[in-house]
Nanobody, 114 residues
């Protein structure tokens, strides 16, 4: 069994920052991809940022330059530092871990509102 748990969501004002964390535990081996997706209200889930092939990082155009993904391999943990948050960043943020099969966390809500 593999468990993926996100944390760090909350309510912030426009321009503020948040840091999300995602920890994978259980039968972990050879993680191929680890990253973040989000689902805004009444919209489809979309890619935000991720590591692929172990080292390559990718970002959605909408967050490039504002969000930074990082990881701690020893802890099977990935982080998402989100700066200059805007109302359009409001969404449930999901962590994804791919090791052959793809595992998802339960999501953490980020609300950006004044």
């Amino acid at each position: 069994q593999v468990r993926v748990v996100e944390s760090g969501g909350g309510l912030v004002q426009p321009g503020e920052s948040l840091r999300l964390s995602c920890a994978a535990s259980g039968r972990i081996s050879n993680i191929d991809t680890m990253g973040w997706y989000r689902q805004p209200p009444e919209k489809e889930r979309e890619f935000v940022a991720g590591f692929t092939g172990g080292r390559i990082t990718k970002y959605a155009d909408s967050v490039a330059g504002r969000f930074t993904i990082s990881r701690d391999n020893a802890k099977n943990t990935v982080y998402l530092q989100m700066n200059s948050l805007q109302p359009e960043d409001t969404a449930v943020y999901y962590c994804m871990v791919k090791m052959g099969y793809t595992y998802w966390g339960q999501g953490t809500l980020v609300t950006v509102s004044s």
